[in-house]
């Protein structure tokens, strides 16, 4: 049982380029989220989904794009990276007992 | 949408001493998560607590839903409590975490 986990921990992209991040999760949870956190700052929502084959922008959606074709993974895309992405990005499943956070993927956009 | 406050926005402490952290939130919640992110990122959950009080040894919660407020406290803190501590609230509209902007707690020895 691994719980969230994410790949890959650690990135850095130029101007323009695009990326996947993978999230997944191994505990049937139907709610799963992406947030990003910037220093000094808490997690602000980008998107989430409530279950396979749906999605929902959060309160910071522009530039980024998500998918959930399998209840366990929820993937978020950025087609075009700009410098303002640079951030640290926590996917989260949720249930009736409550969060629960992967360990993180730092990007840095140059 | 609801809004979030948490106070204070840092607290140092000297090992030993007790806390209490604050959550204000401005709207009817369907359940209301605190969460400890350690000096290396990780964020654990600690109280899955819409209302009531619960405790896990040296920590416990109180969410007063009437009053839209929470406490968290932390009672001979040790270094290993330092870090960010989180409220976040689900929205009765949906199933979406909005998170308060932290109280950042360092434990001296």
């Known amino acids: 049982n691994a719980g969230v986990t994410q790949t890959p921990k650690f990135r850095v992209l130029k101007t323009g380029q695009s990326m996947t991040l993978l999230c997944a999760q191994d505990?049937?949870?139907?709610?799963m989220y992406w947030y990003r956190q910037d220093p000094g700052m808490g997690l602000r929502l980008i998107h989430y989904s409530v279950g396979e084959g749906t999605t929902a922008k959060g309160e910071v959606p522009d530039g980024y794009n998500v998918s959930r074709l399998k209840k366990q993974n929820f993937l978020l895309g950025l087609e075009s990276a700009a410098p303002s992405q640079t951030s640290v990005y926590f996917c989260?499943?949720?249930?009736?007992?409550?969060?629960?956070f992967g360990p993180g993927t730092r990007l840095t956009v140059l | 949408g609801i809004q979030v406050e948490q106070s204070p926005p840092d607290l140092i402490l000297q090992e030993g001493a007790n806390s209490t952290l604050r959550c204000n939130f401005s709207d009817s919640v369907n359940n209301l998560q605190w969460f400890h992110q350690n000096p290396w990122g990780q964020l654990i959950n600690l109280f899955y607590?819409?209302?009531g009080t619960k405790q896990n040894g040296r920590l416990s919660a109180t969410t007063v839903a009437t009053e839209r407020y929470s406490l968290l406290y932390i009672s001979s803190s040790q270094t290993t409590d330092s870090g960010v501590y989180f409220c976040?609230?689900?929205?009765?509209?949906?199933?979406?975490?909005?998170f308060g902007e932290g109280t950042q707690l360092t434990v001296n020895p």
């Open positions: 976040a609230v689900e929205e009765t509209s949906g199933s979406r975490l909005t």
């Open positions: 607590i819409p209302s």
């Open positions: 989260a499943t949720h249930s009736l007992a409550g969060g629960l």
């Open positions: 505990m049937n949870h139907e709610y």
